[in-house]
């Protein structure tokens, strides 16, 4: 389908071209980028700050809301120093070339990990490893060819399924002086205990573990984070050009980013929420006959037929109001794939509208092969 540019949104619906759409794509698993607190701690900000800082965190951009926010959420996800940064993409630069500066010149990652990892450890200078997908063993086994300290890099939760990546594993084939770097942007904000994440969700803690996220995604705002132990964090902080010369986030938008953050502390229900949504939408997925995962990530990969086919069905889908993504996203599990994600702000009923629409639409487009699971490939 044709990249038709969004004129409206809220949470769960798009407009465009005059018609309003319910959407079944994106990140913005709480519905906070549409928050009404949210959206009014932006425009008072804007009235104080401006809109752009201007200028980097080490000269005159530090606004105040830039080191309110790192304090708030490196406290929040129990890390003893974090480092806040433009996005998510340069969160991950900004770890490796703090790493590359204590003398890591190794990046192990997962085959299907984000692009953002990989490019992160080229333009680190690192040397690069593939890893089998979720596969600790084969980490192992690649750790054991290494004369010298590596960094295993991987999603937490995978941007393009859903995975949960196998973190207590990797971190057991740690070496001595090895780390481990999850990339928590799908987990933040929506696993564990009020939002703290993958790694608070499977109770993982570790000096050798480094955690960077997006503030753009479960917390609707714009910003990155890099969190973990001090020596690698002030590594990056001291030593990464992707952070010491860039404009950080805008300072409206990180103020919004503290109000999103006050909310996951008090909305008791939010995560509620949520959790219906996706336990809703794995039902509904597999009475039509598609296998889903049963964790509790936001995000289901799958095939239905060839790809002429869901050319077909997504076309028929939007053609009765239903966005249901067909992408090309790279390191998906198919080189063409529906991710559905659903969010705290999708009600029963809409999913059961999407449900029904989607039984619609697959009898009227018979599959020539059977609807495939990510993990059935
Ligand atoms: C796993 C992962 N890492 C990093 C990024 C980059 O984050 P940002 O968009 O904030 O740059 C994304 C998506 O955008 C992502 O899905």
Same mark, same amino acid.
């Given at each position: 389908?044709?990249?038709?540019?969004?004129?409206?949104?809220?949470? $769960?619906?798009?407009?465009?071209?005059?018609?309003?759409?319910?959407? @079944?794509?994106?990140?913005?698993?709480?519905?906070?980028?549409?928050?009404?607190? &949210?959206?009014?701690? &932006?425009?008072?900000? #804007? $009235? !104080?700050?401006?809109?752009?800082?201007?200028?980097?965190?080490?000269?005159?951009?530090?606004?105040?809301?830039?080191?309110?926010?790192?304090?708030?959420?490196?406290? %929040?996800?129990?890390?003893?120093?974090?480092?806040?940064?433009?996005?998510?993409?340069?969160?991950?630069?900004?770890?490796?070339?703090?790493?590359?500066?204590?003398?890591? +010149?190794?990046?192990?990652?997962?085959?299907?990990? *984000?692009?953002?990892? +990989?490019?992160?450890?080229?333009?680190?200078?690192?040397?690069? *490893?593939?890893?089998?997908?979720? =596969?600790?063993?084969?980490?192992?086994?690649?750790?054991?060819?290494?004369?010298?300290?590596?960094?295993?890099?991987?999603?937490? !939760?995978?941007?393009?399924?859903? =995975?949960?990546?196998?973190?207590?594993?990797?971190?057991?084939?740690?070496?001595?002086?090895?780390?481990?770097?999850?990339?928590?942007? *799908?987990? @933040?904000?929506?696993?564990?205990?009020?939002?703290?994440?993958?790694?608070?969700?499977?109770?993982? /803690?570790?000096?050798?573990?480094?955690?960077? $996220?997006?503030?753009? /995604?479960?917390?609707?705002?714009?910003?990155?984070?890099?969190?973990?132990?001090?020596?690698?964090?002030?590594?990056?902080?001291?030593?990464?050009?992707?952070?010491?010369?860039?404009?950080?986030?805008?300072?409206?938008?990180?103020?919004?980013?503290?109000?999103?953050?006050?909310?996951?502390?008090?909305? +008791?229900?939010?995560?509620?929420?949520?959790? +219906?949504?996706?336990?809703?939408?794995?039902?509904?997925?597999?009475?039509?006959?598609?296998?889903?995962?049963?964790?509790?990530?936001?995000? %289901?990969? %799958?095939?239905?037929?060839?790809?002429?086919?869901?050319?077909?069905?997504?076309?028929?889908?939007?053609?009765?109001?239903?966005?249901?993504?067909?992408?090309?996203?790279?390191?998906?599990? #198919?080189?063409?794939? @529906?991710?559905?994600? !659903?969010?705290?702000?999708?009600?029963?009923?809409?999913?059961?509208? %999407?449900?029904?629409?989607?039984?619609? &639409?697959?009898?009227?487009?018979?599959?020539?092969? $059977?609807?495939?699971?990510?993990?059935?490939?």
């Amino acid at each position: 389908m044709p990249n038709i540019p969004t004129d409206s949104c809220d949470a $769960t619906t798009i407009t465009r071209e005059g018609r309003s759409y319910l959407s @079944f794509g994106g990140c913005n698993y709480l519905g906070l980028a549409h928050h009404p607190r &949210v959206v009014r701690a &932006v425009q008072d900000a #804007a $009235t !104080v700050y401006g809109l752009s800082s201007s200028a980097s965190r080490e000269t005159t951009g530090n606004a105040r809301p830039h080191a309110q926010l790192e304090s708030e959420l490196t406290s %929040f996800c129990d890390h003893e120093a974090g480092l806040l940064v433009p996005d998510g993409y340069t969160a991950n630069l900004a770890a490796l070339q703090g790493l590359e500066h204590l003398d890591i +010149k190794h990046a192990l990652i997962d085959a299907r990990a *984000h692009a953002s990892l +990989k490019d992160a450890a080229r333009l680190a200078g690192m040397e690069i *490893h593939l890893y089998e997908h979720l =596969d600790p063993e084969d980490a192992q086994r690649v750790i054991g060819l290494l004369d010298s300290p590596c960094v295993i890099l991987t999603d937490s !939760v995978f941007t393009t399924n859903g =995975d949960l990546a196998p973190a207590r594993d990797l971190l057991g084939v740690l070496r001595e002086r090895d780390w481990l770097l999850l990339d928590d942007c *799908h987990g @933040f904000a929506v696993l564990g205990n009020q939002g703290r994440g993958m790694p608070n969700a499977v109770r993982l /803690k570790s000096d050798r573990l480094i955690v960077t $996220t997006t503030l753009a /995604k479960g917390l609707g705002c714009a910003g990155g984070i890099v969190m973990g132990p001090s020596v690698p964090v002030e590594s990056a902080r001291a030593n990464s050009i992707a952070y010491r010369c860039t404009t950080p986030a805008s300072p409206p938008l990180v103020s919004g980013g503290l109000e999103a953050l006050r909310i996951l502390r008090e909305d +008791k229900n939010i995560h509620e929420r949520i959790a +219906k949504a996706i336990s809703l939408t794995r039902a509904t997925l597999r009475a039509s006959g598609i296998e889903s995962h049963d964790h509790d990530s936001a995000i %289901f990969a %799958f095939t239905l037929g060839d790809l002429e086919q869901m050319r077909q069905i997504e076309q028929s889908m939007y053609e009765r109001g239903i966005i249901l993504p067909l992408m090309d996203y790279p390191n998906g599990p #198919a080189p063409m794939y @529906f991710r559905l994600s !659903v969010n705290a702000s999708h009600t029963r009923e809409q999913i059961e509208f %999407f449900g029904d629409t989607l039984n619609e &639409v697959l009898a009227l487009h018979p599959l020539r092969e $059977t609807p495939s699971h990510e993990h059935a490939q």
